[in-house]
């Protein structure tokens, strides 16, 4: 039987994919200490890895598909194909920003004044072409954590961190001076697996399902009745991806109006609904919008 060997991130996306694989349609089951669980489905076979690891392992076959951010795959400097970009609603609504900062008093203020200087970062690799780039020598160190105290204790005179609103860098008493890149989780595959017909119709399955699943998360289906005199202004009320359905009823004088709109709207649109005429309104969760 063929297999399809899918990488899983571990780390702060970890939960959230094996939610979103759930609402996909894959089931997966992770015994204690293991890094290989299983899941629900005979054609793919699940590892779990570090996401800053992940396009290698991809890139070199050990796996066929995975997911991690763009940062990771612009550190490794990977050659894959980009099957989809996977935007976590659950983990955030914001992309990372991997950003330049400095102490709040340092005289630096754009990534050319740091020349000569020490910078403390995860990301080396890509933070070494950045300044490359620039043709600004700075040395950079690689950073196991606690990347802001480097400056704050004197370790560093600057750092290239991740951040999404900023408020950790500003904590430690640093300023951001530049953004050097934004990051969204990618769904990646090896390209010798991308050119296997079998492997890349099922790499565009779980592509499509996941894109589905993520797409119906601030989602929701309205379906409520109304008399028909009331129809067209029921209808102006309601926002959706196209035109709301509207189906007759039993009962000649009636008609149930269904549709799909965004759960944000739903507080302030069914009083709405309802002083215009509308009855029964239901609200029910979605699955994946295709």
Known sequence: MNKLKFGIPKG????????????????????????????????????????QEMSRYVENGTLDVGITGLDWILENESR??????????????KPAKWVLAVPADSKCRTARDLEGKKIATELV?????????????????????????KVVSGLADA???????????RAHGLVIIEELMESNPKLIANEQAWKDPWKKKKIEQISVLM???????RLVGLKMNCPKDVVREVVSLLP????PTVSPLFDADW????????EGHVRELIPRLQDAGAQGIIEYSLNKVL
């Not at 089931?27 to 200490?33: A, E, L, Q």
């Not at 070494?128 to 196991?144: A, C, K, P, T």
């Not at 750092?159 to 860098?169: A, D, K, P, R």
């Open 159 to 169: 750092i290239v961190e991740v951040t999404e609103t900023g408020s950790t860098i």
């Open 240 to 243: 959706s991806l196209n035109a």
């Open 12 to 51: 702060s996306l970890e939960k959230a994919t094996m939610e979103l694989l759930a609402k996909s349609g894959w089931r997966i089951n992770v015994h204690h200490r293991s890094y290989f669980p299983d899941i629900d489905d005979p054609e793919i076979a699940c590892s779990i890895c570090r996401a």
């Open 80 to 93: 894959v194909v980009t099957v989809a970009d996977l935007i976590y609603s659950k983990v955030s609504r």
């Open 125 to 149: 690799n890509f933070t070494r072409r950045y300044f490359s780039d620039l043709g600004v020598n700075v040395d950079v160190e690689f950073s196991w954590g606690a990347t802001e105290a």
């Open 255 to 262: 008609v149930s109006i269904e549709t799909v709109i965004n």
């Open 211 to 217: 894109q589905g699943a993520l797409r119906a998360d």
